[in-house]
């Protein structure tokens, strides 16, 4: 079946470092790729998408490419901030409408 | 445009208890979603509503949740009898629903509600 893996946490890093968070999936069809974030307190929101291969989404400075050779939907970022902080899941979105979400990486950004 | 509302926020209840949760999603979405987020994990689908019938709810344990959606648009989940393992967050998410292009399906973005966070002692 359709799944979704991406690296534990927690992240910690220093204010303006480089931010990667590794996301693999496995699917068959075609899915759509997603980044959702959680910020303290706060619900779901969706940060970025790509919906076909070689795709780049991109939103408040993150960026993710969909690699369909590599079955990854990596999450980076060039130079962090501590509003940054919050947890990023990763989710796969089938045919059906379904999403399937990563377990999720805590990022903590450092001053 | 009001996003998708739930209520209560929080709810703490003994085993073998009842509750109820209510979703209203944001009008005009066809689709509503119910999702269950056990801490440290990412959300889990329990049933999905297009309009007000069923899609999938091949992973909601039909012997203790239920779910309905009268006249497409609010939604409740019940859990009847708790046990202790259904702590967690349950969110609800709503879409437009589907839109075809060229012959290939299209995804929308669902928007999640604040969430339900039940304790069960």
């Known amino acids: 079946g359709n799944s979704v893996t991406q690296m534990e946490g927690p992240v910690t890093l220093s204010e303006e470092a480089f931010l990667t968070i590794n996301c693999t999936y496995t699917?068959?069809?075609?899915?759509?790729l997603f980044w959702y974030v959680q910020y303290p307190g706060e619900g779901l929101q969706l940060l970025l998408k790509a919906t076909k291969a070689d795709d780049k989404g991109s939103n408040k400075g993150f960026e993710a490419t969909y690699r369909k050779e590599t079955t990854s939907f990596h999450l980076e970022k060039g130079s962090v901030q501590v509003s940054d902080s919050a947890v990023y899941f990763c989710?796969?979105?089938?045919?059906?409408?379904?999403?399937?979400f990563g377990s999720g990486t805590r990022l903590l950004v450092r001053p | 445009e009001a996003g998708v509302a739930q209520s209560p926020r929080y709810k703490i209840i003994e085993k073998r208890q009842s509750v109820a949760f209510w979703c209203n999603p944001i009008s005009g979405h066809a689709t509503l979603y119910w999702y269950q987020q056990i801490l440290g994990q990412g959300p889990k689908l329990l049933i999905q509503?297009?309009?007000?019938?069923?899609?999938?709810d091949s992973q909601l344990p039909k012997d203790r949740f239920s779910a309905e959606r009268l006249k497409g648009v609010d939604s409740t989940l019940k859990i009847q009898p708790a046990k202790l393992e259904d702590s967690a967050v349950y969110l609800c998410?709503?879409?437009?629903?589907?839109?075809?292009?060229?012959?290939?399906?299209?995804?929308?973005?669902?928007?999640f509600g604040p969430g339900t966070r039940l304790t069960v002692l």
């Open positions: 509503f297009q309009n007000n019938g069923v899609v999938d």
């Open positions: 998410a709503s879409s437009y629903g589907k839109v075809l292009r060229r012959g290939r399906v299209s995804y929308n973005e669902q928007f």
């Open positions: 699917a068959t069809g075609y899915p759509s």
């Open positions: 989710a796969l979105g089938d045919s059906s409408y379904k999403l399937i």
